[in-house]
Structure formats: structure tokens, C-alpha cells
């Protein structure tokens, strides 16, 4: 293919065949007889430079070169002129921003020179647009970025560490180990507050995505309208106040990674716009035509049960299986109590310095009680109960005090939790069949300790239950 389109226009044919020949070896040559019929080529055709005589019927070169001009202003504007009509030259310069004029006759080898000048200066001139445009792009990205950072900063959210003990956190982020490197699609379930977007975080932290932003939207949290315009942006004049373009969270995440918080939140209508993403790649911003591309790793979360969701017909089918590619369930808090000591810990340290607390550790009997609870708030309500336990402390252990949950006992002297202890026990020995080493290798607990917790329940003899094994 020849790099350049050219464009002449003259009324007269003898002209017009002699400046094909002499441009045609090179360039891809167009040709017309008017400055309409030069327009209308114009609409078709990506020309790069346009060579027109000035003294044509209906339509001046000037004036054609001063509409190519407004047509694209990159596009190479050469006249030629028979006359020496100083006036007209000067307003086809003037008016008509052109590179230069001609004067008939011309010398073929010198025409030749302008020509290949005028377009190197040309392919500079774009070349440094596109420079330009990326340049711009960089900038809006690192603006983007440094004002994601901060927020991040700000919230306190760049510790990405979690603390577990028991087995069944080890084999999530067994998972997780798994999963990092993988674009593949996340959904992440469990109750509130079990630490889904800490998951989030930490899936995001360990895999090769690491260097780009990490951003979170709850769902919930807007309405249709307005999670719309976040996450896929708006052209100016979409909707009332909507004065200028605004890129949204897939632009901004762009490389990184959306974490999109309860889900199950958002509407049909959204479903759909989001599935085009999941699948193709690209959206567009509300009030535009336009599809942008992006390279987003999504991670989606809920604390409901999403596959009844769609049953209900509240959640689409096609999307399910999109987010659902590899999914990870957050047990809660009172299925790993084994968890609680180390947590509690980590929370006396994270906030002690904030809150001004001398406290740097806790009770036995302050623990046995932050134990013997069953969390219906998960992590998020033992975060809380430390920080209140630092508010209202005033040594350096935690006491037991008011700070504490409701821990009131039922008729048969048990709480919530160790009812709750007590079902699972008896469910595991079930399950393997009195084997006290399996059940406690699914508690994470010793065998001492759940043949201990049986004796204390005073349960009947079972003759499943063989304690030599």
C-alpha cells in the first residue's frame, strides 16, 4: 500500500492528468473537477494532503482549503495560482492556514520536493499528537492511581495480612495460593463480616497484578443510576450534573483488579452491562456510543446464597456462571474458634496506638469469654468489641468488664456457642463413626480436648463411640 492519499482538484482535465502522473508512482492519487466534488471525497477518505488551483467556478481554492481546514486541520493545504493576485494569495494564506502556494507553471521536480516535505512534516505532526495523546493518558492514569493510593492510605487498608489457625482457613488460602495467577473470575461467599474483602485483598496482593490498583464498590451501597455512572463513567450532558466526562471504576481499574462487594445487590439492568465486560472485555460510558476496552480481574462477593438467587430469578443464570468460575466460602467466625486468640491479639495491636491504650495484652478469663461468644457479626464484631475493650481499659491487660457481649446462659447452663460446639462434636462423631482422631483433625482441636468436651456433656454411652481408636 502507498503511505499517503493525495487529493487535487482543478476544473481543468489536462491539469489534473499531469499532477497524477507526476504524484502517482508514489502516492495514492485522487482527483476533482470542484471544491464539492472535493468534499464529498473528503467524506470518504482519509487525505493527507489536498493540492487545489484557486481560480475555479462555485468554489475558490481558498475558500475549499478553508473548509478542509475545519474538516481536519492536520491535512496538507497547497494552492495554485496562475495569477499574481497578491490579495487572494494573502487571504488563502491567511484564511485558509495554507503550507504553501504554487504559481503556474510549476517545475515537476520541484513540485515533487514540496510534496514529499509537506508530508514529512505532516507524519511529525501526527506522530507527536499521538505522543501527545499517550502522554495524556499516562498522566490521567497516574492521577487516577495516586488518588486511589491515597484513599487507600487514608482508610488504613494496605495491611493485607490475615491471621488464621485453624484448618479450614489454611485450606482457603491454599486455594487462594492457587488462584493469584489465574485471571480467572472470584466469588467469594460467606456471612458478613467473615473478611471477604481482606480475601479480596490478599488475592489481588499475592498475584501477578500486584503493581496495578486494587478497587472496591459495594454494590448495595447506590442506586441503579449512580453505580452505573461509577463503575463504567458518563459522558458530559448524560444526566443532570453530569458536566463533565467522568471515567469509571473498570477505566480507572484498567490492568488491576474490581472488587465488586455484595453482588447480589445489583440489578438486571446492570447484570447485563456488567456480563458484556466478562465476556468481550469492553463497555461503554453512560450517554456514549463508543465501546472502550479494558483488562479488568474481578472479584465478586456476597453474603447471600446466590444460586438461590437465581432460582428465584433475582440473579441471572449466565452471570452466576461468570463470577462463579472459582469460588472460595469464608466460614464464619463461630465455626473457627480456634481463630479468636490470634485475632484478638492482632486487633489489640492494630488499634492500641490509635485509641491511646496502655493494654497490650489480655486476661485468661477475658479470653475464655471472647471465646465462649459465637460472633454474629463474625470479625468485623470482634474488631469492634476490642476497640471498645481498649476504650474502657485502663492497665495493661484486658480485663474482664462491660466491654463484653451478652453472654446470658439457657436453661441448661449453655451459651449459644457451646450449644453450637456441642451439635458439632456429636455431628462429627457421627460422621466418622466414633474415629475421636478424625473428629478432631476436622476441629483442629486434640483429641484430649474433644474426648474432654464429650465427658462434659455428660452424653450417653453410643456404641459407635469406640474412645481406643
Known sequence: ????????????????????????????????????????????????????DQRMPEM??????????RIDPNIVRIIL???????????????????QYIAKPWERRDLKIIVKRALESYQLTLENQRLLRELQIANER???????????????????????????????????????NNPVAVLLTGETGTGKTLVARHIHHQGFRRDKLFIEQNCGALPENLLESELFGHKRGAFTNAIQDRKGLFEVADGGTLFLDEISEMTSALQVKLLQVLQEGQFRRVGENEYRQVDV???????????????????????????????IHIP?????????????????????RKLNSQADGFSDAALQALCRYDYPGNVRELENLIERALILSSGSRIEVGDWL???????????RLERFQRAEIERLVELHQGDLNRVARDLGVSRT????????YRAQPDPLLDVSK
Open 81 to 99: 495560482t496562475g495569477y499574481t493576485d497578491v490579495a487572494s494569495l494573502i487571504r488563502a494564506i491567511n484564511d485558509g492556514h495554507i503550507y
Open 449 to 456: 480436648t474433644v474426648w474432654r468436651r464429650l465427658k462434659g
Open 332 to 352: 464464619p467466625l463461630r465455626k473457627r474458634i480456634q481463630d479468636i486468640p490470634a485475632l484478638a491479639d492482632h486487633c489489640l495491636k492494630k488499634h492500641r
Open 405 to 415: 457481649p451478652d453472654l446470658a446462659l439457657d436453661a441448661t447452663g449453655m451459651t
Open 60 to 69: 475558490t481554492g481558498a475558500e475549499l482549503l478553508e473548509q478542509v481546514f
Open 1 to 52: 500500500m502507498k503511505p499517503y492519499n493525495l487529493l487535487i482538484v482543478d476544473d481543468e482535465k489536462e491539469i489534473l492528468r499531469s499532477l497524477t502522473l507526476t504524484f502517482a508512482e508514489d502516492y495514492e492519487v485522487f482527483t476533482a473537477s470542484s471544491g464539492a466534488e472535493a468534499l464529498d471525497i473528503l467524506k470518504q477518505r482519509k487525505i493527507a494532503l489536498v493540492i487545489a
Open 297 to 327: 480481574r474481578i472479584i465478586a462477593a456476597t453474603n447471600r446464597d446466590l444460586w438461590a438467587e437465581v432460582q428465584k430469578g433475582r440473579f441471572r443464570m449466565d452471570l452466576y456462571y461468570r463470577i462463579n468460575v472459582f469460588p
Open 142 to 180: 497516574l492521577s487516577d492511581e495516586n488518588r486511589f493510593l491515597r484513599n487507600e492510605v487514608d482508610k488504613g487498608l494496605q495491611d493485607v495480612n490475615i491471621v488464621w489457625q485453624t484448618p479450614a482457613m489454611q485450606h482457603i488460602f491454599e486455594l487462594v495460593s492457587k488462584v493469584a
